[in-house]
């Protein structure tokens, strides 16, 4: 289970190479809409709800709250647009057994992880037979969360290459993304590119993904790189240890997704001593 590591990762998705960011945004051609789904049989989540971020546990939401995503080992929440958390890029905490040692990126013969995520290896997406072994996996997920009754299905990790140490490349990870797209569309659920917002308009444009789900694009300048692209098909978490301003600024700011949430980093229950939960 994910709750975020978000800062982390932008940092280093920030200094990839300028030949990968030329590629990333060379090659996609202009979304004139930037809201419609690209698979018309599936619904993004509605405009401008108000969203909650469940990954740490499943809890009963507030009665204002439309959208609800959660790990999915849970449950969807009845009655509100579901989005389900799939680690697609990297093996899950305790789930390492998982997986076929050759489907594990290793650097010196050792197994290559996630220097942010210490439970989390890379999972290597660099030639096709791996990739269909690796969707042979991930794509039951997959189709476990549409059975389970989730509207949507976000992924976590598209930026893994950023971090593999030159074993994989934006291409390999492009093409997992697309057979992720592609199974969840033929399942019925709407996909989710999560984070990596440099990759946005390629990732919508190329591999299909119909809205963002998002960590901390107020706290880092760059909501308008989604929202340009899937327009109000934007789910935005801000986390209180690292708000740019007062939340009420946050809101207040016509950049801010209209679904934005702010949580505590751990993502904890109500009960728990840090648990927050705020909405504009």
């Not at 997992?176 to 444009?205: C, F, I, M, P, S």
Request: charged share 25%; aromatic share 8%.
């Amino acid at each position: 289970m994910r709750r975020s590591g978000a800062t982390v990762r932008r940092t280093r998705a920030a200094v990839v190479t300028a030949g990968v960011a030329v590629l990333l945004t060379s090659c996609a051609p202009v979304i004139s809409d930037g809201a419609a789904p690209r698979d018309a049989s599936v619904a993004p989540p509605p405009a401008g709800a108000v969203p909650d971020y469940q990954l740490g546990g499943a809890y009963e939401p507030d009665d204002g709250v439309g959208i609800v995503g959660r790990d999915r080992g849970a449950a969807p929440a009845e009655g509100r647009y579901s989005i389900c958390y799939v680690n697609g890029f990297q093996t899950q905490p305790g789930e390492r057994d998982l997986w076929d040692a050759d489907l594990l990126v290793t650097v010196g013969g050792e197994p290559l992880i996630d220097p942010d995520w210490p439970d989390e290896v890379l999972l290597d997406t660099s030639s096709a037979d791996k990739r269909d072994r690796i969707v042979d996996i991930v794509g039951e997920w997959i189709r476990g969360c549409a059975d389970d009754g989730f509207d949507a299905v976000e992924f976590d990790n598209l930026d893994s290459f950023t971090r593999s140490e030159g074993v994989l490349d934006v291409a390999g990870n492009l093409a997992l993304a697309t057979a992720y797209v592609e199974v969840a569309h033929g399942a019925g659920l709407a996909a989710g590119q999560k984070n990596a917002a440099e990759y946005a308009r390629t990732l919508r444009d190329e591999a299909g993904f119909d809205f963002a789900v998002v960590e901390e694009c107020a706290a880092f300048a760059e909501c308008d790189a989604y929202t340009d692209v899937y327009g109000d098909a934007v789910v935005d978490i801000e986390y209180t240890d690292n708000l740019p301003r007062d939340w009420a600024e946050v809101c207040a700011d016509p950049a801010t997704p209209r679904s934005v949430v702010l949580r505590d980093r751990d993502l904890t229950t109500p009960g728990d001593p840090d648990h927050v939960f705020e909405t504009c």
